[in-house]
């Protein structure tokens, strides 16, 4: 779109579709990673001018040099190469450059928590302060990241539209958001068959964004009264994920002392229609679910500590995992009476989930930081990370020279290549046959046959 006349908040539908069409409108994506590059390399392979922006410069070198970073994202791949080759899409670390010739700027920036469990929105904040300066009339702003309902109303708008007033949202620029809730590994699928919802803080606006994403995502786009809304339902799947594993947790703890096998109900449940499986493990990661429930919890703050007593004890629940997992293997180890000083651990998987590149909030982390303060020596395994420096710990780039001469093994992540691990190849391997599962993978009856020293999490049964 000529920037002259680049005022697409004041254009009307038939307008945008064909601008769309024509692929004149032009797209800046800041922050381009996990999420950003696939929604920005999306909106290129649409035939929309692309341009991610991002402050990471290993990054933007990487893509310069025309080098797919998501090596776990597979689909995209394809897509990077096409809308390099056909100049589709392009980065840079100058927003400065690109903002002011852009119609549409969208804001995947990431939205973590500091080390108290408080939100941080410093990026959004910022690159929101560069947009006052940056954007001009006409420009239509949506942010996709995960943020607390009224964020956007009740802070950035504010933040964009500075003491100055310069532009005012909804008259002279529009905001809404399409919060992005594709799972890390799926994402090439998630964005084929996840229905988007979108809110603004006007309709006009709102539809506006709807029909863009309708251009670039085949799948259902909601309407939401507002803003917040949109938010909200985000958070409410993601902490009702987090709530219900912590139940099964809980659970599994529970069933661990009853003789019970966790795996063994949860099968049995999945036949009740309205029943919505989630299984137990060493802890929740990640960049959202536990990120999430704070997200939730920081909101109810001003309303008094009354609120989502549920999400607080959810958090704890899952939180202790990581103990409840080294109980686990003092009991293996007690059983062989053997020390768990001195010993080496090998720890099998270090994503904080199966089959992606990620260690953001793994409990492998807590799980290994406590066997060090037990006097082991850990050894890491996972085949994302091999060979290099992870938790302080060099990783194996081997699974059977990282078996032999270890006294005990955690199954911390289900990546697949785990799957099919029998318990003969671990007893044959490992110098004390010492093994704890928090993924239900071995079978407790198989493990004790082999002659494995089993500790399976929730695995009452043997
Ligand atoms: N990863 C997920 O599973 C997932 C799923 C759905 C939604 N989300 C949400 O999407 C948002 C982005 O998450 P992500 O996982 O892609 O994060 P990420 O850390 O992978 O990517 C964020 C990118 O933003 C860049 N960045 C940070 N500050 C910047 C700034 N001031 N200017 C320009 N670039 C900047 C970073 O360098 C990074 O490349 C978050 O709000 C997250 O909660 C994440």
């Not at 903002?99 to 929101?128: F, Q, R």
């Not at 949202?169 to 958001?177: C, E, H, P, S, T």
């Not at 939401?224 to 938010?231: L, R, Y």
């Not at 802890?283 to 920081?298: K, R």
Request: glycine content about 8%; overall charge negative.
């Amino acid at each position: 779109m000529d920037k002259q006349n680049s005022r697409i908040t004041h254009l009307d539908i038939e307008q945008i579709k064909n601008y769309l069409k024509d692929g004149k409108i032009r797209v800046c994506v800041i922050g381009i990673g996990r999420i950003g590059l696939p929604t920005a390399l999306s909106f290129a392979n649409s035939g929309l001018n692309t341009t991610g922006v991002d402050i990471h410069l290993d990054l933007i070198n990487k893509i310069k040099s025309g080098e797919y970073p998501l090596k776990d994202e597979p689909d995209y791949d394809i897509i990077f190469e096409k809308v390099i080759k056909n100049q589709k899409f392009q980065a840079t670390s100058k927003i400065e450059d690109v903002v002011p010739n852009s119609d549409v700027i969208l804001l995947s920036l990431p939205t973590p928590m500091n080390e108290n469990n408080v939100p941080d929105y410093s990026a959004l904040k910022s690159v929101g302060n560069q947009l006052h300066d940056l954007i001009s009339e006409g420009t239509l702003i949506i942010v996709e990241s995960t943020i607390e309902p009224g964020f956007v109303e009740n802070e950035l708008i504010q933040i964009i539209e500075g003491n100055d007033k310069r532009l005012i949202a909804g008259k002279d620029f529009g905001i809404g958001v399409c919060p992005e809730t594709a799972n890390p590994g799926e994402i090439s699928t998630d964005f084929a068959k996840l229905p988007r919802l979108v809110g603004a803080t006007d309709e006009k606006t709102k539809n506006i964004i709807m029909e863009i994403y309708h251009h670039v995502f085949p799948v259902d786009i909601i309407p939401m009264p507002d803003c917040k809304t949109a938010n909200a339902v985000k958070l409410t799947t993601n902490v009702f994920r987090d709530i219900n594993i912590a139940f099964i947790n809980e659970l599994a703890i529970l069933f661990e002392k009853l003789g019970i096998d966790i795996m063994t109900v949860l099968e049995a449940a999945k036949l009740k229609y309205n029943f919505q499986v989630h299984y137990p493990g060493a802890g929740v990661g990640g960049p959202c679910l536990p990120v999430n429930s704070y997200q939730l919890l920081n909101s109810a703050k001003k309303f008094g500590n009354d609120f989502l007593k549920i999400i607080s004890a959810g958090r704890e629940i899952n939180e202790h995992m990581p103990d409840h997992v080294i109980e686990l293997l003092c009991q293996g180890f007690d059983q062989a009476k053997k020390s768990i000083k001195g010993s080496v651990i090998l720890c099998l998987g270090v994503s904080y989930k199966p089959d992606i590149k990620d260690i953001q909030l793994s409990p492998a982390e807590q799980i290994i930081n406590k066997l060090k303060e037990l006097g082991a020596n850990v050894r890491i395994y996972d085949p994302y990370f091999k060979n290099i420096q992870v938790f302080d710990v060099k990783t194996e780039s081997n699974l059977v020279d990282a078996l032999k001469g270890s006294d005990g093994v955690i199954l911390v992540t289900a990546h697949k290549e785990f799957h099919n691990l029998e318990p003969s190849f671990l007893v044959s391997n490992l110098k004390t046959p010492i093994m704890v599962d928090t993924r239900g993978i071995i079978e407790p009856h198989d493990a004790k046959k082999a002659g494995l020293i089993f500790r399976g999490l929730g695995r009452g049964s043997e």
